[in-house]
């Protein structure tokens, strides 16, 4: 299994490699409390296409604690650019991935090809019930958050697998997600991004709702919106194939220089 040193911590990667040579490679960032497997295979075996995911720190297979701020996340995924000896990429993140990779577009733009933001927003104002409820009554709060994530027509198999893989994250690395995530806010910044933009968002999402992803694609230069009716917050696991076609075509326009920055 890959794993890369960073800042004396051994972080997994899963790594799939099929891309062509002058083809970014496209890094996928989970959401909080989330691993690697929160991407579908669909996704991270994206057909003719390098794709990394990674585990963060104190998530998955990943060693060392969780961090406390999205910057410090950003720092993370830069460093790890760095030991994969990968100068550009893709940045594909989803809820607290998405963030992260707007932190990372905004403070480091020349190591961001191209943006994927699924399910997220310019800012992640967090519920006081979760902030609080991960501290009283850690699994009652996973039980919240998996209520949430999922749309009503979700398969339940899935949903209760969705809801144990958050609650093995241990509280304090799922409280600094959250506390990363309620004090990021870079609305009054989104013009600064120059990368090619691909939003998703879900009709059903209530975590990020619809008009969070509408807000990102009118004030991101070159961006586009594609909207998955019937979404919820986990719309990659929900509706791989819709995500990862998205994905797909945006990162084809990408490769034919179609979506050249602005």
């Known amino acids: 299994m890959p794993y890369a040193t960073i800042h004396g911590r051994s972080l997994f990667y899963a790594l799939h490699?099929?891309?062509?040579?002058?083809?970014?490679?496209?890094?996928?960032?989970?959401g909080a409390g989330g691993s690697h497997l929160h991407w579908p295979a669909q996704l991270r075996r994206l057909p003719g296409r390098t794709v990394y995911a990674l585990d963060l720190p104190g998530h998955g297979r990943s060693e060392g604690e969780g961090e406390?701020?999205?910057?410090?996340?950003?720092?993370?995924?830069e460093a790890l650019l760095d030991a994969l000896a990968l100068p550009q990429a893709v940045i594909?993140?989803?809820?607290?991935?998405?963030a992260i990779a707007l932190h990372l577009a905004l403070t480091r733009p020349e190591r961001v090809a191209g943006l994927v933001l699924i399910g997220t927003g310019a800012r992640l104002r967090v519920l006081p019930a979760i902030l609080e409820?991960?501290?009283?009554?850690?699994?009652?709060?996973?039980?919240?958050?998996?209520?949430?994530?999922?749309s009503p027509d979700a398969p339940k198999p899935l949903v209760?697998?969705?809801?144990?893989?958050t609650a093995q994250t241990p509280p304090t690395v799922l409280l600094g997600d959250f506390t990363a995530c309620n004090a990021f806010d870079v609305m009054?910044?989104?013009?600064?991004?120059?990368?090619?933009?691909?939003?998703?968002?879900?009709?059903a999402d209530r975590l990020t709702p619809l008009k969070y992803a509408r807000y990102l694609e009118a004030h991101i230069p070159n961006a586009r919106l594609v909207t998955i009716e019937g979404g919820g917050h986990m719309m990659m696991l929900e509706q791989p194939q819709a995500v990862a076609q998205a994905v797909a075509d945006f990162l084809a326009g990408l490769d034919a220089g179609e979506l050249a920055p602005s």
């Open 17 to 30: 490699q099929e891309g062509e040579p002058g083809h970014p490679p496209l890094m996928l960032v989970h």
């Open 68 to 77: 406390r701020s999205i910057a410090s996340y950003a720092e993370v995924l």
């Open 92 to 98: 594909g993140g989803h809820s607290m991935g998405g």
């Open 133 to 150: 409820g991960i501290q009283t009554d850690f699994l009652a709060t996973v039980d919240l958050i998996t209520r949430m994530a999922w």
């Open 160 to 165: 209760q697998r969705g809801g144990e893989i």
């Open 188 to 203: 009054d910044r989104l013009d600064q991004i120059q990368a090619p933009t691909l939003v998703v968002g879900g009709t």
